[in-house]
């Protein structure tokens, strides 16, 4: 099993930033891929951005340029810098990682708040 501990979550300005971060531990051998996703009240669940172990990242347009994903492979930690934040950057924020136990498996966080306020 993976259990992932997130935090860094909290109540910011518009144009604040914030700085998530999610440690992985548990009985695996290794991880892939590592990311966030999000959800508002009332939307589904929607991709932020990822990075593989090689170090290559994908984001999600709306966030381009103002989010940096970035990872400690010997913490087995991700993290997810949020700049000049908005209000509709108002989510839950969930870790999401690939790992291998028996056979791949996904894993997700309990979720962060974050709330941007204009």
């Known amino acids: 099993q993976v259990q992932l501990v997130e935090s860094g979550g909290g109540l910011v300005q518009a144009g604040g930033s914030l700085r998530l971060s999610c440690a992985a531990s548990?009985?695996?051998?290794?991880?892939?891929?590592m990311g966030w996703y999000r959800q508002a009240p009332g939307k589904q669940r929607e991709f932020v951005a990822d990075?593989?172990?090689?170090?290559?990242?994908t984001y999600a347009d709306s966030v381009k340029g103002r989010f940096t994903i970035s990872r400690d492979n010997t913490k087995n930690t991700v993290f997810l810098q949020m700049n000049s934040l908005k209000p509709e950057d108002t989510s839950v924020y969930y870790c999401?990682?690939?790992?291998?136990?028996?056979?791949?498996?996904?894993?997700w966080g309990q979720g962060t708040q974050v709330t941007v306020s204009s």
């Open positions: 999401n990682v690939q790992a291998a136990t028996i056979g791949w498996n996904t894993y």
């Open positions: 990075m593989t172990a090689g170090g290559s990242t």
């Open positions: 548990g009985s695996f051998t290794t991880i892939n891929t």
